[in-house]
């Protein structure tokens, strides 16, 4: 379900949840257009909720931190909750060392709990396919 | 641990027409494009490996150099970063050095406070850089460039 | 002498093993080995054209030789005495194959000098090193008393705890922000628990540092408590002007993991919850 996209980073819809990740390579022209990109999909999708998985970043320095920020106020703007998945330790740790808080972003600790935390459950049995809806 | 060196410009000059890769073990990138944010960083990153860091450190120092070559890149201008990897008391470290062009910064302290921006940051840049390193110096004229050196020792 | 290696090496062995009767350590087939290297390197190192007193220091090879000597006894457990010693001895060693080859008595002192030199050089190189070798084990013993000292223990499910006891410093509450956060990972933990009951005092540093563990586990997208703040540590982070109200602390370790089962067992909060199920 993911759209063309033009920075190259995949966004899946599954119902009213974005799905997206952000990648160790992304510079900062492509950060700023995938931050366009995605608002706009929020927008036009009408989703409440957007799951952001950092676990391939390897560093977080302030830019990309503004980035995260900057998404999760423009998609409460628009209706949405960011949750932000996957932090790896020593990303949080030099990230608090630095001295940046992502003030209003929420962060589970992976994609999974961040889906959880948007309120989707995991089915008893594993899941087949890409199911809209999968309530105990 | 920031020193300000606001008299001296002789030392600067010579050091950019210093010859890339001079010495052994140094690594010398120019940034002049966005890209080269993510050649500053890949080169940070294989420097700490081979100087021996683990995780955290590693991620300590290439953030911090991507802080600083930023800083470089949208303030200065562009510039170039040295890495070298300075010994003391048998103990490794890392050195980066990110000499700019641009027109310096008018007030040192008040760049390394938190919060203090002209550009496109947080503002967390110089002051966030200093608290990953262990060793941190700022050089800058008014109108003759900035050099941030920046040392982080391997923990023995 | 190039000529008389394996003599210099087996006589050197022998009165090491002489001295080894008084002080008991390493056996004759390493003794044999080491004397082997270090002699071929001394031989190369003579013919290089590094002044002589520098030749233990400068001579990459010898350097290494007389470097694994002294570390492999420091390693050991050997005394810094029978280290200096067994230098001393291939001194002794080198004079006497010197007084064999050669009558002439000029040329005599002038080998003796020589052999004099390089050897103090070598002397000196090797107590640097057994010193070194010694601050190394000591270090790494320190490191491990720390991972000793900070263990992440699991209390519940997806629930950590860190009984932290005695005095915390920089380094150990280093040590403790990274392993609580690789367990949390690791663990796919929701709540960890650091609990300070024993911890008597904190400094401002310490403080600080455990507030960045607060702020770094809930990146993370876990939440942390802090159970069993005693009252000085109280007000050291009072002044430290730290607002106490975005972290979740609790009197006791006991309140703590309570509390820390009803945040996992129920369903995630989620005010603005779906309204699609």
């Given at each position: 379900m993911s759209g063309p996209a033009s920075t190259g980073v995949p966004i899946l819809r599954l119902g009213d949840v974005l799905i997206t990740g952000l990648l160790n390579e992304l510079d900062d022209k492509a950060a700023l257009a995938f931050t366009h990109e995605l608002t706009e999909r929020i927008s036009a999708d009408r989703v409440r909720?957007?799951?952001?998985?950092i676990s391939r970043l390897e560093i977080i320095d302030s830019f990309v931190a503004r980035t995260l920020m900057e998404l999760a106020m423009m998609a409460r703007l628009l209706g949405a909750r960011v949750i932000v998945a996957g932090m790896r330790p020593p990303v949080a740790i030099t990230l608090v060392e630095l001295g940046i808080e992502l003030v209003g972003v929420e962060t589970a600790l992976n994609a999974e709990q961040g889906m959880a935390a948007l309120g989707w459950r995991q089915?008893?049995?594993?899941p087949e396919g890409a199911h809209r809806d999968s309530t105990r | 641990m920031t020193q300000l060196a606001n008299t001296s410009t002789t030392s600067h000059a010579a050091r950019t027409d210093t010859d890339a890769a001079a010495e052994p073990g140094t690594t010398r990138v120019v940034l002049t494009t966005e890209e080269d944010l993510l050649t500053v960083r890949h080169a940070v990153r294989a420097a700490t490996l081979a100087v021996g860091f683990g995780i955290v450190d590693q991620t300590r120092v290439v953030t911090a150099a991507s802080e600083l070559a930023r800083n470089a890149y949208i303030h200065g201008g562009g510039g170039v970063l040295t890495?070298?990897?300075p010994r003391r008391h048998g103990g490794k470290g890392l050195r980066l050095t990110i000499r700019d062009e641009g027109p310096g910064?008018?007030?040192?302290?008040a760049a390394l406070v938190d919060g203090f921006t002209t550009g496109a940051g947080l503002g967390h840049g110089l002051g966030g850089a200093r608290r990953l390193m262990d060793e941190f110096e700022v050089r800058t004229v008014p109108g003759g460039g900035?050099?941030?050196?920046?040392?982080r020792w391997v923990p023995r | 002498m190039r000529g008389r290696v394996e003599e210099i090496a087996d006589r050197w062995v022998r009165l090491q093993v002489q001295q080894a009767a008084l002080s008991g350590g390493t056996s004759e087939s390493e003794l044999r080995e080491e004397a082997d290297t270090l002699v071929a390197a001394l031989v190369t190192g003579l013919d290089s054209a590094l002044p002589i007193d520098r030749v233990a220091t400068s001579h990459a090879e010898l350097n290494r030789a007389v470097t694994d000597l002294s570390l492999n006894r420091a390693r050991g457990g050997e005394s810094p005495t029978a280290t200096a010693m067994a230098v001393l001895a291939l001194k002794e060693a080198l004079l006497e194959a010197v007084q064999e080859s050669t009558q002439d008595s000029g040329e005599l002192f002038s080998a003796a000098l020589l052999i004099n030199r390089l050897l103090d050089g070598a002397g000196a190189l090797s107590f640097d090193t057994y010193v070194e070798g010694r601050e190394e084990i000591i270090r790494r013993q320190s490191r491990q008393l720390l991972e000793l000292s900070t263990p992440v223990v699991r209390l519940w499910r997806q629930v950590l705890g860190v009984p932290l006891i005695g005095t915390l410093d920089t380094a150990r509450t280093q040590v403790v922000m990274e392993n609580l956060l690789q367990a949390i990972q690791d663990q796919e933990a929701t709540v960890a628990i650091i609990d300070i009951t024993g911890v008597?005092?904190?400094?401002t540093a310490v403080a600080q540092h455990l507030m960045?563990?607060?702020?770094?586990?809930?990146?993370m997208g876990a939440d942390c408590i802090i159970s069993g703040i005693r009252p000085p540590i109280a007000q050291?982070?009072?002044?430290?002007?730290i607002d106490l109200s975005t972290i979740m602390t609790r009197a006791t370790l006991s309140d703590a993991l309570s509390e820390a089962i009803k945040l996992t067992a129920g369903p995630l909060p989620t005010p603005d919850a779906p309204a699609s199920r």
């Amino acid at each position: 379900m993911s759209g063309p996209a033009s920075t190259g980073v995949p966004i899946l819809r599954l119902g009213d949840v974005l799905i997206t990740g952000l990648l160790n390579e992304l510079d900062d022209k492509a950060a700023l257009a995938f931050t366009h990109e995605l608002t706009e999909r929020i927008s036009a999708d009408r989703v409440r909720g957007v799951l952001i998985d950092i676990s391939r970043l390897e560093i977080i320095d302030s830019f990309v931190a503004r980035t995260l920020m900057e998404l999760a106020m423009m998609a409460r703007l628009l209706g949405a909750r960011v949750i932000v998945a996957g932090m790896r330790p020593p990303v949080a740790i030099t990230l608090v060392e630095l001295g940046i808080e992502l003030v209003g972003v929420e962060t589970a600790l992976n994609a999974e709990q961040g889906m959880a935390a948007l309120g989707w459950r995991q089915s008893p049995q594993p899941p087949e396919g890409a199911h809209r809806d999968s309530t105990r | 641990m920031t020193q300000l060196a606001n008299t001296s410009t002789t030392s600067h000059a010579a050091r950019t027409d210093t010859d890339a890769a001079a010495e052994p073990g140094t690594t010398r990138v120019v940034l002049t494009t966005e890209e080269d944010l993510l050649t500053v960083r890949h080169a940070v990153r294989a420097a700490t490996l081979a100087v021996g860091f683990g995780i955290v450190d590693q991620t300590r120092v290439v953030t911090a150099a991507s802080e600083l070559a930023r800083n470089a890149y949208i303030h200065g201008g562009g510039g170039v970063l040295t890495i070298d990897c300075p010994r003391r008391h048998g103990g490794k470290g890392l050195r980066l050095t990110i000499r700019d062009e641009g027109p310096g910064i008018p007030d040192v302290d008040a760049a390394l406070v938190d919060g203090f921006t002209t550009g496109a940051g947080l503002g967390h840049g110089l002051g966030g850089a200093r608290r990953l390193m262990d060793e941190f110096e700022v050089r800058t004229v008014p109108g003759g460039g900035t050099t941030v050196v920046a040392t982080r020792w391997v923990p023995r | 002498m190039r000529g008389r290696v394996e003599e210099i090496a087996d006589r050197w062995v022998r009165l090491q093993v002489q001295q080894a009767a008084l002080s008991g350590g390493t056996s004759e087939s390493e003794l044999r080995e080491e004397a082997d290297t270090l002699v071929a390197a001394l031989v190369t190192g003579l013919d290089s054209a590094l002044p002589i007193d520098r030749v233990a220091t400068s001579h990459a090879e010898l350097n290494r030789a007389v470097t694994d000597l002294s570390l492999n006894r420091a390693r050991g457990g050997e005394s810094p005495t029978a280290t200096a010693m067994a230098v001393l001895a291939l001194k002794e060693a080198l004079l006497e194959a010197v007084q064999e080859s050669t009558q002439d008595s000029g040329e005599l002192f002038s080998a003796a000098l020589l052999i004099n030199r390089l050897l103090d050089g070598a002397g000196a190189l090797s107590f640097d090193t057994y010193v070194e070798g010694r601050e190394e084990i000591i270090r790494r013993q320190s490191r491990q008393l720390l991972e000793l000292s900070t263990p992440v223990v699991r209390l519940w499910r997806q629930v950590l705890g860190v009984p932290l006891i005695g005095t915390l410093d920089t380094a150990r509450t280093q040590v403790v922000m990274e392993n609580l956060l690789q367990a949390i990972q690791d663990q796919e933990a929701t709540v960890a628990i650091i609990d300070i009951t024993g911890v008597p005092t904190v400094d401002t540093a310490v403080a600080q540092h455990l507030m960045q563990t607060v702020n770094a586990v809930r990146l993370m997208g876990a939440d942390c408590i802090i159970s069993g703040i005693r009252p000085p540590i109280a007000q050291t982070i009072a002044q430290l002007g730290i607002d106490l109200s975005t972290i979740m602390t609790r009197a006791t370790l006991s309140d703590a993991l309570s509390e820390a089962i009803k945040l996992t067992a129920g369903p995630l909060p989620t005010p603005d919850a779906p309204a699609s199920r």
